[in-house]
């Protein structure tokens, strides 16, 4: 992948849904002392409900939900 000339670049989406990263997510980077680098997202404290739907707003057709009953999906929601 290419960085911009703003510094950015796209975390492809095989890598964004094995580390758990949803759009709006915020990441932090880490470098490790033998020069790796880490990539995760911020944990932060419990939300408000308000907050938690726009996290996740328009993502309710995302394959990670397609076998989802409600229940689960609103615990999901619920963190």
Do not use: C, W
Request: proline share 5%; hydrophobic share 40%; aromatic share 8%.
């Amino acid at each position: 992948m290419k960085i911009t000339s703003k510094g950015q670049v796209t975390i492809p989406q095989s890598v964004r849904e094995q580390a758990g990263l949803h759009p709006y997510s915020e990441v932090e980077f880490e470098v490790l002392a033998n020069g790796d680098v880490l990539i995760r997202p911020v944990t932060q404290p419990a939300a408000s409900l308000r907050a938690t739907f726009e996290k996740v707003r328009g993502s309710a057709n995302a394959s990670q939900f397609k076998d989802m009953n409600t229940d689960e999906f609103m615990a999901f929601l619920r963190g």
